[in-house]
C-alpha cells in the first residue's frame, strides 16, 4: 500500500500539440493500461469526489482510491490523497472479470479499510464497474528536469483525448513549467481546459 498528496496540473491538449511534444521530450517511460472505474449507481463515491478504479498493465495490476484532500497545500492545481494496493495480474483481472459479470466483491486493503471509514458499508459493498478507458501513458524529462506525464485515452464510446499531466511537490515549479510550455507549444491552460477530471470524462463517455 502506498498513500500520497498528489499535487499535478492536467491539461488537455489537440493531438498537434501533444505529437509535437513527443517528438521534443524523449521518452523514459512508454506503457499501455487499461482503467476500470468503479461506483454505486447512485454515483455516491463521483458526488462526494471521489473515485476507486483497478488498473491492469501488461504484468501487475493496483487498486487506487482517490479523494479530495480535506486540508490542501494549494489551490491552484489538482489535489488529492491517493491510496494505491498493488495486485498480481491475475488478481486485478479476476476482480474486473467478476464486475463485468455484475457480481459484488470486496476490494480488501487498504482501499477497502478507506470506503468504510469515510463511506460506510453500504456504500463500499454497492460498488459496481461503471465504465473503462485506454491509456497510452508517456513519461519523460521535461524543462527543469520536471517530469512531464502525456497520456492519450480512448473511452468506451471510442473518443479519444489528450492530456498533459505536470506532477511535482511544488506548485511554484509547476507554473513555472506550465508556462514555459505554453510558449514553446503555443497553447493556453484555460478554465475549460484544465484540471479535468479523467473519472468524469471517462462517465461522460461511458456506453
Not at 483497478?54 to 497545500?73: F, G, H, M, N, S
Not at 458499508?121 to 478507458?133: G, P
Not at 527543469?144 to 468506451?156: A, R, S
Amino acid at each position: 500500500m502506498s498513500k500520497n498528496i498528489e499535487i499535478e496540473s492536467k491539461t488537455l491538449i489537440d493531438q498537434g500539440t501533444y505529437e509535437k511534444m513527443r517528438a521534443k521530450f524523449a521518452s523514459r517511460s512508454d506503457y499501455n493500461q487499461q482503467n476500470f472505474y468503479f461506483d454505486t449507481p447512485s454515483l455516491d463515491l463521483a458526488n462526494n469526489d471521489a473515485s476507486v478504479r483497478i488498473r491492469i498493465y501488461v504484468d501487475r495490476a493496483e487498486q487506487t482510491l482517490k479523494a479530495k484532500e480535506e486540508k490542501p497545500q494549494q489551490n491552484t492545481y489538482h489535489e488529492v490523497v491517493e491510496i494505491n494496493d498493488l495486485l498480481s495480474l491475475a488478481q486485478g483481472e479476476q476482480m474486473v472479470n467478476a464486475a463485468q459479470r455484475g457480481e459484488h466483491f470486496s476490494f480488501g486493503g487498504d482501499v477497502e479499510k478507506y470506503l468504510l471509514e469515510h463511506f460506510g458499508k453500504d456504500i463500499a459493498n454497492d460498488l459496481e464497474l461503471r465504465t473503462w478507458s485506454k491509456t497510452r501513458r508517456i513519461i519523460a524529462p521535461g524543462p527543469d528536469n520536471c517530469d512531464l506525464t502525456l497520456d492519450m485515452t480512448i473511452y468506451e464510446d471510442g473518443f479519444t483525448d489528450f492530456e498533459l499531466e505536470i506532477e511535482n511537490d511544488d506548485p511554484q515549479l509547476i507554473k513555472k513549467v506550465l508556462n514555459e510550455l505554453e510558449k514553446q507549444f503555443d497553447f493556453k491552460s484555460t478554465p475549460e481546459n484544465t484540471n479535468q477530471n479523467k473519472v468524469q470524462r471517462a462517465y461522460s463517455h461511458a456506453k
